[in-house]
């Protein structure tokens, strides 16, 4: 009898606004460190617990896909830009859980977002629909919350990421460079567009 290996997805959720070279390494890592087959970038339109983007939904979309371009187990999934109304990640891991019963899901986060998950939607039930993957954020201690210990289990403790969206943005407003925090097509599509200014 053959039996067929289970296949291994992260899920790399977030606004991406702007999507930079942080985020890529940290999905490279993850993806190495834990034998993922494949990070599955899923920006989403409107988290429940942020603001509303400075950039649209579509040119986030078009980042990314610049972005992961030469990545050959990097893949993008836009589902969440698509849903009307908060974005939840509870709903999309049920939905692709349901599409692909034989892939085993693991949703890849930051230290700060452990700390807010017992606010998240539907905490309880999340925290048993996949694996965690929790990688270090500079200055923010782990949770001590009831879903630590779930989410704990595995931790991403590489080099701190030193790139910021936020630091992006107001680099673009202020006209100073970001050659080294995105890929240069990423950086030509954000200028050609005037995003951030």
Known sequence: MIFKRMRHVGLFGGTFDPIHIGHLALAEEAQKTFALDEVRFLPCAQQALKETCPASAQDRCAMLRLAIASHATFTLDCRELF?????YTYQTIMELKAEAPDIRFWFIMGMDSAN??????QAEALSKSCEFIVFDRPGVEPPSHAFAATLLAHRLTGPLNPHSSTAIRSAVAKNQSIRYSMCDLEERYLRDHHLYL
């Open 83 to 87: 849903r009307k109304g908060k974005t």
């Open 116 to 121: 807010s998950f017992p606010r998240w939607y």
